[in-house]
Every structure is written in structure tokens, then in C-alpha cells.
């Protein structure tokens, strides 16, 4: 029997405070945030990275990038070291066979990154997970990618959709977080699944899965979309997702 990919959209949750020190099983905690309302802590940030990062950030050209790179790789580490029982600085990172972003010895911590614009999502869980965050252009040129990045049903899809732009966000969306979350990131396969409102099967051998997967989107204010992906569950996502605010974070 084959895999499939289980697609819908969901409400944006409402946001929670401070988050829980602990990490629930199956439970996804997302944060959503603008890197402007944590420019004013960059020196401060830049001294929770390690030697690598650093350099990374120097080799930017904007320093909005540099900015933004700072406060994400900072902010990801002030959280998983508060799962993770250690200080931010000594968060290890390390990759997967797919050149995954995970932890060294992660001790079942799980987490990806998304960024869009000025807009950051950092999902952290006990299961494999993917989010993609995109910020929605009114006049981008989305037929281009879509031609070959698409499945012909979706294209079709496409064709009849009274908002193409939206749509095709979603889509987008949806496609990059279920390549994130596997760890394949983006290839050239991304034409042969579809990913619709339905449970769409997987073409047998696609990727090296060997689960079923769920996709959930949701509208984020401020015209984003943002998708995430996990191993299906047995529970709906609507009670296992928590947005929460770090500035609410007491970190």
C-alpha cells in the first residue's frame, strides 16, 4: 500500500504567552516574529553564537540579512536550550544525511526555520517536522515556478482558482515543508505530488518515504502563508499547534 499526503487549511491558532519548559509528545510550539522588534538586542544575540555563525553572518552583503540572521540563529538557540537543559551558547548543531539542520544529540528535539521578508517561524516538537513561511506578493510572476514546480492537477487547479496568488502560496508552501520536513529540501520531483485540500498518494519510492504525512496552512496576518508538515498523527493538528510570542518568552 502506498503513502499519501493528507493537505488542508486551518485556522491561524491564537497566540499563547510564555511558552511550557517542557516539550508535550506530538505537540508542535511555533513562533511566529518580526526581526525589527529585536534589532536592539543584535550585540546581545551575537554573543550566544558560535565561531561559525559568526563568520556566516559577516559573509552577507545587506545588513538586514546579517540582522536577521543574528536574531533568528539566537532566538532558535535561547529556545531549544530551554528543552534541551543547557545554555543557548552550547547548543550543537549538526546535519542529517540530507543535510538537515537538527541537533547534536538532540535527545528526540526536532525543529526547523523558516523566513520570509522580515518575518521569522521557528517550530520546535518531538517528531520530524517542516514549516515554510512566505510573504504573499500581489504581482509575483507565480506561473513561472508553478509550470515545473507543479503537478498537473494543481496546475489545473491553478488555472480555475478566482486567486492565483493566494493559491499558489498555499501550494508553495505546503511543497517546501513537506521537502523540509523529509530533509530532501527542494528537488526536481517537486512536479510528481500534489498537494490539494485531500489526501494525495505519493508516488511509490518518491523521496525515501516511508510514513504518511500531514501538511496544515494557515493564513498568518500581515498576507503570509505558512505550511507545516509532521508523520501523520492520530490527532488533529488544531490540538497539538500552540503559537506563542517570544516576546512573552522570559528568555
Same mark, same amino acid.
Given at each position: 500500500m502506498g503513502y499519501h499526503l493528507s493537505c488542508q487549511s486551518i485556522a491561524c491558532p491564537e497566540s499563547y504567552g510564555q511558552a511550557p519548559q517542557t516539550l508535550t509528545p506530538g505537540n508542535i510550539y511555533l513562533w511566529n516574529l518580526e526581526t525589527d522588534q529585536y534589532l536592539h538586542r543584535i550585540a546581545e544575540f551575537k554573543k550566544l553564537l558560535s565561531v561559525e555563525e559568526k563568520l556566516r553572518a559577516e559573509r552577507y552583503y545587506q545588513q538586514k540579512d546579517t540582522e536577521r540572521y543574528i536574531v533568528t540563529r539566537a532566538i532558535l538557540r535561547l529556545l531549544l536550550a530551554r528543552y534541551h537543559s543547557c545554555e543557548p551558547e552550547k547548543i550543537k548543531f549538526t546535519t542529517n544525511k540530507n543535510r538537515k539542520p537538527q541537533l547534536f544529540e538532540g535527545n528526540g528535539i526536532y525543529f526547523n526555520v523558516s523566513h520570509s521578508h522580515q518575518r521569522i517561524a521557528i517550530a520546535i516538537s518531538t517528531q520530524e517536522i517542516g514549516v515554510d513561511l512566505e510573504f504573499v506578493k500581489p504581482d509575483f510572476d507565480y506561473m513561472d515556478i508553478a509550470s515545473y514546480s507543479f503537478a498537473q492537477e494543481e496546475l489545473t487547479w491553478l488555472n480555475e482558482s478566482q486567486h492565483p496568488v493566494d493559491d499558489? =502560496?498555499?501550494?508553495?508552501?505546503?511543497?517546501?515543508?513537506?521537502?523540509?520536513?523529509t530533509g530532501s529540501g527542494l528537488t526536481d520531483t517537486m512536479h510528481e505530488f500534489s498537494c490539494l485540500d485531500k489526501d494525495n498518494p505519493l508516488p511509490a519510492g518518491i523521496l525515501g518515504?516511508?510514513?504518511?504525512?500531514?501538511?496544515?496552512?494557515?493564513k498568518i496576518p500581515g498576507d503570509y502563508f505558512l505550511s507545516i508538515a509532521t508523520a501523520e498523527s492520530a490527532a488533529p493538528l488544531e490540538n497539538?499547534? =500552540?503559537?506563542f510570542d517570544f516576546s512573552h518568552a522570559a528568555l
Amino acid at each position: 500500500m502506498g503513502y499519501h499526503l493528507s493537505c488542508q487549511s486551518i485556522a491561524c491558532p491564537e497566540s499563547y504567552g510564555q511558552a511550557p519548559q517542557t516539550l508535550t509528545p506530538g505537540n508542535i510550539y511555533l513562533w511566529n516574529l518580526e526581526t525589527d522588534q529585536y534589532l536592539h538586542r543584535i550585540a546581545e544575540f551575537k554573543k550566544l553564537l558560535s565561531v561559525e555563525e559568526k563568520l556566516r553572518a559577516e559573509r552577507y552583503y545587506q545588513q538586514k540579512d546579517t540582522e536577521r540572521y543574528i536574531v533568528t540563529r539566537a532566538i532558535l538557540r535561547l529556545l531549544l536550550a530551554r528543552y534541551h537543559s543547557c545554555e543557548p551558547e552550547k547548543i550543537k548543531f549538526t546535519t542529517n544525511k540530507n543535510r538537515k539542520p537538527q541537533l547534536f544529540e538532540g535527545n528526540g528535539i526536532y525543529f526547523n526555520v523558516s523566513h520570509s521578508h522580515q518575518r521569522i517561524a521557528i517550530a520546535i516538537s518531538t517528531q520530524e517536522i517542516g514549516v515554510d513561511l512566505e510573504f504573499v506578493k500581489p504581482d509575483f510572476d507565480y506561473m513561472d515556478i508553478a509550470s515545473y514546480s507543479f503537478a498537473q492537477e494543481e496546475l489545473t487547479w491553478l488555472n480555475e482558482s478566482q486567486h492565483p496568488v493566494d493559491d499558489f =502560496f498555499c501550494l508553495w508552501t505546503r511543497k517546501e515543508a513537506f521537502l523540509k520536513g523529509t530533509g530532501s529540501g527542494l528537488t526536481d520531483t517537486m512536479h510528481e505530488f500534489s498537494c490539494l485540500d485531500k489526501d494525495n498518494p505519493l508516488p511509490a519510492g518518491i523521496l525515501g518515504i516511508n510514513d504518511n504525512w500531514d501538511l496544515n496552512t494557515m493564513k498568518i496576518p500581515g498576507d503570509y502563508f505558512l505550511s507545516i508538515a509532521t508523520a501523520e498523527s492520530a490527532a488533529p493538528l488544531e490540538n497539538q499547534l =500552540f503559537l506563542f510570542d517570544f516576546s512573552h518568552a522570559a528568555l
